[in-house]
């Protein structure tokens, strides 16, 4: 069932509607689940659908990585779509966005201290999640080369041995034209 | 500014993430605690009172600095607030000190012998499952995961540690059953007088009891302690502390439960239940309590472990629905408060500011008695490698000043 619905954005989140005004862009930035995990990620993102007056629709692919600090690893993928609400000939919109990550997850469970050297020497465990979550956010669609973007998102941990668990994070970064305007 | 401090000024102003970054930041951060560099060499005899944690690494460094000394302690066993119990469960349980609340090459620095090449066993201390009890209602909070982590001894406890590594190579200059009743500092050279009328000699002595017995002047001081120590011992607050420890058939409890508002029971960490098997190689079902200050007040005034234990265990069943009853096998009880020669749990909480009440305490006087302990480190009070950094800043102190 999570396999499922997760294929599903990933396909809904791969396909472009409609022939595209707006130049794709390409975020990068910083990544923190829970606000204090650390991370970052880079996403590409493009023009699902044409806009509607204020009404914008997108879609993003995101790749990134974070970490909990002695603790673990994880990369993920993360299709969604979007929608933005910007006034026409304004660059600076509010969002709101949903998706589903696919994380891998290496965690350390145990490790070896040795006391003359005080290195450990960890023993890691790895565990796919999914992770359905939902967005809000602020941003400035790029006027020439350079935009910026605001998101913070709420979701479900789903998988793993503990059931599920809250997922939050808070993302900023930059949003880079990959076209310049004519 | 202490952890609780911050969190609490943090939440004050409505800022909840910087007490989950504490949470984080203090865990992950590595704190290195170095030898003292030293420079001239001691003739003179110490004589440490306490076997605790700080004293104990204070022999350990004033024997690797071949400095004559003894340790002197009141109770019949040596640990202070570190105990452990090998035969409750299939793995030894920490009746006192339990986590390693920094990065476990702690371990190396406390011991800082490279020709200790020996391994010892970590567990990566980030409970999965936690819920709360906050008004009749046990809610999960499973992402706690993702913000805390600290650590733990996977096969022997911090009793164990310093029973491995410490202890042996000081066993012979520690003196049990010895309780220091009188300090005598106003001689050339300090006298010790004990609870039988036995009187010993030093030049120097480091007081590493805890902050309780000196503010219950269980030791006189001739002469008095200035007034400036003395305030400042009484600013420090240390409340009741207890644990127990319940083994069930079945296990019906998370990781990790905490009590009242989440944001609150994680701010106070004044009373938790957990799985006191998270992580080690246990086929047993051990659940655990942690309960300082009021907390712990709750449980040690009924006065017997008859008394507590059937406490405990209604409200575990009102919790679980009336499986900790139905499943209990049997129980262990450490009232730290009721120990003659600890009498509480740790130092919590200053009156003033905490750099200010602990510099008061550690200033040696007469450049003859020296303080150390838990309570006397700034940025690791109420830990074990704090007790020890605060042993090894007092050795500094006493060996650079003579």
């Known amino acids: 069932m999570q ?35 650390i991370g970052g990620s880079v996403a590409y993102t493009d023009v699902l659908k044409q806009p509607i007056g204020a009404h914008q629709w997108w879609w993003r692919a995101q790749a990134g990585y974070f970490a909990q600090p002695n603790v673990s690893d994880a990369v993920f993928l993360h299709p969604e779509v979007e929608y933005r609400r910007c006034r026409p000939g304004q660059y600076f919109y509010a969002s ?63 998988g793993g041995d503990n059931g599920r668990q809250a997922f939050f994070s808070a993302a900023a970064g930059l949003a880079i034209s990959m076209h310049s305007k004519p | 500014m202490t952890r609780k401090a911050f969190i609490e000024k ?36 110490v004589i440490i009172v306490g076997a605790g944690a700080a004293g104990l690494a204070a022999g350990h460094l004033l024997q690797r600095y071949d400095v004559d000394f003894e340790i002197i302690e009141a109770a019949p066993v040596w640990g202070g607030r570190m105990k452990k119990t090998a035969d409750f469960a299939d793995f030894p349980i920490d009746l006192g000190a339990e986590w390693i609340h920094t990065h476990p090459a702690i371990l190396s620095d406390i011991l800082s012998s490279p020709d200790i090449d020996a391994d010892i066993d970590i567990i990566v201390y980030n409970p999965q499952t936690t819920q709360t009890w906050n008004n009749g209602r046990l809610r999960d ?46 001689m050339g050279k300090v006298q010790l007088k004990t609870e039988t009328g036995q009187v010993l000699e030093a030049d120097k002595v480091l007081l590493t009891v805890p902050l309780k017995i000196l503010q219950s002047e269980h030791i006189a001081f001739v002469p008095m302690l200035p007034k400036a120590k003395t305030d400042a011992i009484g600013q420090v607050s240390v409340g009741d502390g207890i644990k127990i420890f319940v083994e069930f058939q079945d296990r019906f409890y998370p990781d990790m439960l905490s009590f009242g508002p989440i944001l609150k029971a994680f701010r106070e960490e004044e009373k938790f239940v957990y799985n006191a098997a998270f992580g080690k190689e246990s086929s047993r079902h051990i659940l655990g309590l942690f309960a300082i200050n009021e907390k712990a007040t709750a449980y040690t005034q009924l006065g017997t472990d008859a008394a507590i234990i059937e406490q405990f265990l209604a409200e575990l069943d009102e919790i679980f629905e009336g499986q900790a009853s139905a499943s209990y096998v049997q129980h262990v009880i450490q009232n730290w408060s009721a120990e003659p020669y600890i009498q509480g749990a740790y130092s919590y ?22 303080f150390a302990g838990e309570a006397l480190s700034i940025d690791h009070q109420a830990t074990v490698h704090g007790a020890c950094a605060s042993a090894f800043d007092a050795v500094a102190r006493m060996l650079k000043e003579s």
């Not at chain 1, 791969?14 to 606000?35: D, R, S, W």
């Not at chain 2, 409505?14 to 030293?38: Q, T």
């Open chain 2, 349 to 370: 909480d200053f009156e003033d500011r905490q750099w200010r009440v602990v510099e008061a305490i550690q200033e040696p006087v007469a450049d003859r008695l020296f």
């Open chain 1, 3 to 37: 396999a499922r619905y997760f294929l599903l954005l990933m396909i809904l989140a791969g396909t472009t509607l409609q022939a595209q005004e707006q130049p794709p862009e390409l975020h990068i930035g910083y990544f923190a689940p829970f606000g204090v995990q």
């Open chain 1, 96 to 158: 709101s966005s949903i998706g589903s990550s696919l994380a891998y997850t290496l965690s350390k469970q145990e490790g070896t201290l040795n006391l003359a050297s005080g290195t450990i020497d960890y023993q890691k465990e790895g565990s796919l999640y999914i992770i359905p979550r939902i967005s809000l956010g602020i941003g400035v669609a790029p006027r020439k080369r350079l935009g910026g973007y605001l998101r913070a998102s709420y979701g479900q941990q789903l």
């Open chain 2, 10 to 45: 943090a939440l004050k102003a409505g800022i909840g993430l910087p007490f989950f970054s504490s949470l984080l930041l203090e865990s992950c951060n590595r704190y290195d605690l170095d030898l003292p560099d030293l420079h001239g060499a001691f003739e003179g005899k």
């Open chain 2, 141 to 186: 909070h499973n992402y706690i995961s993702k913000l805390y982590s600290e650590w733990k001894f996977k096969h022997t406890t911090w009793f164990g540690f310093f029973e491995d590594y410490i202890v042996p190579g000081i066993e012979d200059r520690i003196t049990l059953n010895t309780p220091v009743v009188e300090v005598d500092y106003s």
